[in-house]
């Protein structure tokens, strides 16, 4: 009798498959379940509308300080659910961005709880694209265990999750900013390279998506040098190098520049622009650590990172800096010029309303530190230190869940302790409306007094609710529930004032005054 004889399991091939989709499920249902209970944060409130609108006219009437590629990937999920016209609701033919999102999520004939859902579910997905891209440049730099380590600590991070399932711009422009050094970094290593479309297409969505690509000018000619001093390519291999890359740097730049917004606005783009920069010049008072300062802080963006950061994270990164001297010259400039970029330019303008600002170099930082499995060690020491921190990261994140907004570390004191180092929208972005309403009910709250942070509406999640006088907010009314956001808790001294009987989400602080 003959037996099938069936070779045995490739176990290794089995799990390199996987892993990566296990990792990227993981993200995407802490991402997706976790949106569900978050209502509009402050910029949502403006972005979701406008990207509709958008669709609908094709009027780039509303948020022109923003390009168009997130509120317009946002919208397209709402263009089958019935809404209104955007002409109907109030503020848009004035071009008020604010008026007209608050009225066009709040006064739909759909919830606006259903409406952000949607349009936040292609900006989950787009992060879960970037993660994506981590692994597969980690992985060829350091192989199939160097890759699973860096997409473990995007997949696991709680700020990319926070971030990544928002109607921001913060996600696409990591991802096609990773993208773009990705591609250049492909045709560098063997000139003069055949993968142009897809760096100048990345290029093009990079400069959609947020004005602060131009980072991205220095940086590609900054690795381009780089190459030109460390390779000594001939001249003829220079010289067509050198054009291929001017002209897929240049058509896509000169594309966006004058059709951004649609061909029957030539040059918006540049009005956009000029509109983001106006916004930069503010007489917002900026917080670090118990100080305030209109000029800004030149360490904000530095203790955001080691506060915001896990510590997991932080010891990963350390550990792959050991094995820096074992990588190629390029593969690190490529990495490490765009992100050192990302971080110099909001430092250097010391505009500190929030960590996300450096979000960017957050993949680059990944990507590299999948290195840390090849640091060479007694018995493998780093790699089992390296799986212990995984662990670790794990847990953290987990246990963080679902307020990754407000995430920080232990040596911030863990997310409650974050409001006294960083606040606006490291901490409390309007969020949890929607949460103290559920919380309202569930314990007869009665009607409350909200001092509140952000662009919802409060009386849409708690019809019941007031806003009190600034003399009852100075002098509280004794048995009265207030609920004040932390933002505004910290800024106006509720947090010294009083201990709040409950926290919602780490934003909302709940008082009651004998």
């Known amino acids: ?68 590629l997130a509120k317009v990937l946002a919208g397209l999920p709402l263009m089958v659910l019935g809404l209104g016209d955007p002409e109907d609701f109030e503020g848009y033919a004035q071009g008020d961005q604010w008026r007209f999102g608050k009225a066009f999520l709040f006064e739909n004939r759909v919830a606006a709880d259903r409406i952000t859902f949607w349009a936040r579910i292609p900006l989950v997905l787009l992060a879960a694209a970037l993660g994506l891209f981590v692994y597969r440049w980690s992985r060829e730099i350091h192989g199939e265990v160097g890759g699973l380590v860096s997409l473990a600590l995007f997949c696991l991070s709680p700020n990319l999750i926070a971030h990544g399932r928002l109607v921001t711009t913060d996600v696409p422009i990591a991802l096609f900013s990773l993208l773009v050094a990705y591609f250049l970094w492909r045709n560098l290593k063997a000139p003069p390279g055949r993968l142009w479309w897809p760096y100048g297409l990345s290029l093009a969505l990079a400069f959609l998506a947020k004005y602060s690509a131009i980072v991205l000018l220095p940086a590609t000619v900054g690795v381009v040098l ?35 917004f649609g061909p029957t606005t030539p040059f918006a783009y540049v009005e956009g622009f000029r509109d983001a920069l106006e916004k930069l010049n503010t007489e917002y008072l900026f917080y670090l650590a118990g100080e305030y300062s209109r000029e800004g802080f030149y360490l904000y963006y530095l203790l955001a990172f080691a506060l915001k950061t896990p510590i997991a994270t932080l010891m990963i990164l350390a550990i792959s800096l050991l094995a820096i001297r074992r990588h190629p010259r390029l593969v690190l400039v490529s990495l490490a010029l765009p992100a050192l970029l990302f971080f110099l330019a909001p430092t250097l303008r010391r505009y500190n309303i929030g960590f996300r600002y450096i979000l960017p170099i957050y993949p680059f930082l990944f990507v590299l530190a999948g290195g840390a499995i090849s640091v060479p060690s007694p018995r493998g020491a780093l ?47 309007g969020q ?14 009665g009607r409350i007094g909200i001092i509140y942070h952000g662009t919802a509406r409060p009386t849409y999640y708690l019809p019941d609710s007031y806003v009190p006088t600034r003399s009852e907010a100075d002098r509280p009314r004794s048995g009265q529930v207030y609920a004040v956001s932390a933002h505004l808790a910290l800024r106006e001294g509720w947090l010294d004032r009083a201990k709040p009987f409950r926290i919602i989400g780490h934003t909302i602080y709940l008082y009651r005054f004998p």
């Open 432 to 445: 949890d409306l929607k949460a103290l309403g559920r919380v309202a009910r569930e314990e007869s709250l």
């Open 226 to 260: 780089c190459w030109l001093w460390l390779d000594r390519p001939s001249r003829k291999d220079a010289g067509l190098f050198l054009r291929k890359f001017g002209v897929a740097t240049t058509l896509p730049i000169m594309a966006v520049v004058v059709f951004g």
């Open 383 to 429: 790699r089992w230190a390296t799986a212990v921190l995984l662990v670790w990261l794990a847990v953290g994140t987990l246990r963080a869940y679902p307020h990754y907004l407000p995430y920080f570390n232990e040596m911030a004191g863990g997310s409650p302790g974050g409001i006294r180092w960083l606040d606006d929208s490291n901490v409390d972005w």
């Open 1 to 68: 009798m003959n037996e099938r004889i069936h070779p045995p399991l490739n176990l290794t091939r089995y799990f390199a498959a996987f892993a990566p989709a296990a990792l990227i499920g993981i993200f995407l249902i802490l991402a997706i379940t976790s949106l569900a209970r978050k209502n509009p944060t402050f910029d949502e409130v403006s972005h979701i509308p406008a990207g509709y609108a958008f669709l609908r006219t094709g009027e780039p009437r509303m948020n022109s300080e923003h390009p168009p």
